[in-house]
């Protein structure tokens, strides 16, 4: 028995008992009240065969018709065509809210089609958390992971040339969510935490540019604030004296890897990031650093030193001296 069929049979059969009580001349109307029910229960409602949990995404250009049979293939209404009747109603597909939906509960038409237009996703927020020093390619890696939607490619191509820019932070982004918006808001972040820096990077007679980079150096050679101002202060002395940095953290960057050791093959590739070939900074930022890389950039310890290392002991130790450096290899590294 089709459903429609089936439906008006046991409606009216639950009713029988009451029709006999009705004038035969209301008999009709009775019925006719019946009919539009069933009618409006088989066009409106959820199908039998609905799947709880189901998540469809709804794509930027995705016209009603589209949306409609995506909606119809996953079981979650039963007829496209009057889905498709409710979006024309409200503006067709042009006011559907792209993103991620979850149904966990069956749902009538209009309930589907008022969230589609209000982007009514069913789903929580989004928390990404991004640590200080995530490069803009394992950032890529941590949003395609968290929301499938957004591949890697969609976010590196988003974030190209904001390496340094995007902030190391917790963030809660909605299902409907793209790259461009989350790349938006890391890099407004960025400008709210620089800020109140902006007069010491202004005294301190080096670019944002330069500050950001160097920043994103001290992130990877450094652990501790106070160390962290300290290579800062090395390393723009090597910079002033127009020395190579000879810092290691640039061949994960390069290598797209953490290579905190590089090999003798390492030290000789031709990468304008190489700080043992090319004296001064690298031509940009290699990582995204955090507040207090920034404030040691901008505002480093002042020291005579020239070199630093990290000995097993998990402490730096420096020098002003090729010759004490060597000294502190042997004491400290041997």
């Keep these: 028995m089709p459903p429609f069929t089936r439906i008006i049979s046991t409606i009216t059969s639950a009713c029988a008992p009451y029709l006999s009580r009705i004038p035969r001349k209301r008999v009709g109307i009775v019925v006719g009240i019946l009919l539009l029910v069933g009618g409006y229960y088989i066009a409106f409602a959820p199908p039998a065969d609905f799947s709880p949990g189901s998540i469809v995404r709804i794509s930027r250009g995705t016209s009603a018709p589209e949306i409609a049979t995506e909606l119809a293939d996953a079981h979650i209404i039963s007829h496209p065509s009057v889905l498709r009747a409710l979006l024309r109603l409200s503006g067709e597909s042009g006011n559907v809210q792209t993103g991620v939906y979850q149904f966990v509960a069956p749902q009538n038409a209009f309930v589907v089609a008022y969230r589609l237009v209000t982007g009514a996703y069913g789903l929580p927020p989004v928390r990404l958390t991004f640590v200080e020093g995530t490069t803009?390619?394992?950032?890529?890696?941590?949003?395609?992971?968290?929301?499938?939607?957004?591949?890697?490619?969609?976010?590196?191509?988003?974030?190209?040339?904001?390496?340094?820019?995007?902030?190391?932070?917790?963030?809660?982004?909605?299902?409907?969510?793209?790259?461009?918006?989350?790349?938006?808001?890391?890099?407004?972040?960025?400008?709210?935490?620089?800020?109140?820096?902006?007069?010491?990077?202004?005294?301190?007679?080096?670019?944002?540019?330069?500050?950001?980079?160097?920043?994103?150096?001290?992130?990877?050679?450094?652990?501790?604030?106070?160390?962290?101002?300290m290579v800062a202060g090395i390393l723009w002395n090597r910079v002033r004296l127009g020395m190579p940095l000879q810092v290691d953290a640039v061949f994960g960057y390069i290598f797209d890897r953490p290579t905190y050791s590089p090999s003798p093959s390492d030290l000789a590739v031709k990468s304008p990031y190489n700080t043992y070939l090319h004296a001064g900074l690298p031509p940009g930022p290699i990582d995204n650093p955090g507040l207090d890389s920034l404030e040691a950039a901008a505002q480093p310890t002042k020291t005579s030193y020239l070199y630093y290392l990290t000995g097993h002991d998990g402490l730096m130790h420096y020098a002003t001296t090729y010759a004490g450096h060597q000294a502190n290899l042997r004491k400290y590294l041997n």
């Design 136 to 229: 803009v390619h394992e950032a890529a890696v941590r949003v395609a992971s968290a929301l499938p939607g957004i591949s890697a490619d969609e976010f590196l191509a988003a974030a190209a040339g904001k390496e340094g820019y995007l902030f190391p932070d917790t963030y809660f982004f909605q299902p409907s969510a793209d790259a461009e918006s989350i790349v938006a808001a890391m890099r407004a972040n960025f400008d709210t935490k620089i800020a109140p820096l902006i007069p010491a990077i202004g005294a301190s007679g080096h670019s944002l540019a330069d500050i950001v980079t160097m920043a994103s150096i001290v992130e990877k050679e450094a652990r501790t604030s106070a160390d962290r101002r």
